[in-house]
C-alpha cells in the first residue's frame, strides 16, 4: 500500500532489505534486550519469579511431610507386628514424649525433633 510518491503508507512499517541499516529513530530487538528493563517489567519479572519459587516451596514441603509421615507409620506398623518387652516399651515411650514442640509456632526444629524421636524409636525396633 504506497501511496503515489513511492512511500509506504502512514502507519505501515516498509520492509527492511538484507544488509540495509536500520533507519534512525528505529530501535532494533538487541538493543531492546540489551536495554535494562524498565520497573514494571523487572517487578512483573519478580512476581513471576516469587510465586515461582512459592511453588516449589510447597511442593518440597510437600515431600518432606510425607516422608517423615511415612517413617512414623512403618514405625507403628513395626510396633504392632512385634511383641515387645514392658521395659523396652517404657523407653520407647520415653523417646515419644521427650520432644519439646509447639506445633502452633510451626517451627522446623520441631520437626527435626520429631524426626529424630522416629528415628531413635526405628533404631530401638532394629529397622
Do not use: C, H, W
Not at 512459592?54 to 507409620?73: C, K, L, S
Amino acid at each position: 500500500m504506497a501511496t503515489a510518491k513511492g512511500k509506504p503508507a502512514a502507519g505501515k512499517a516498509a520492509p527492511i532489505e538484507p544488509g540495509a541499516t536500520v533507519p534512525p529513530g528505529k530501535k532494533s530487538i538487541a538493543a531492546a534486550l540489551a536495554r535494562k528493563p524498565s520497573r514494571k517489567v523487572a517487578k512483573d519479572m519478580l512476581v513471576l519469579e516469587l510465586r515461582r519459587l512459592r511453588a516449589m516451596f510447597t511442593e518440597i514441603a510437600e515431600r518432606y511431610v510425607a516422608n517423615a509421615e511415612g517413617e512414623i507409620a512403618s514405625v507403628i506398623e513395626a510396633v504392632e507386628g512385634k511383641s515387645l518387652p514392658v521395659a523396652r516399651v517404657q523407653k520407647m515411650l520415653e523417646v515419644v514424649r521427650a520432644p519439646s514442640v509447639k506445633p502452633r509456632k510451626g517451627r522446623r526444629k520441631d520437626l527435626v525433633r520429631i524426626e529424630r524421636a522416629a528415628a531413635a524409636l526405628r533404631k530401638e525396633l532394629g529397622e
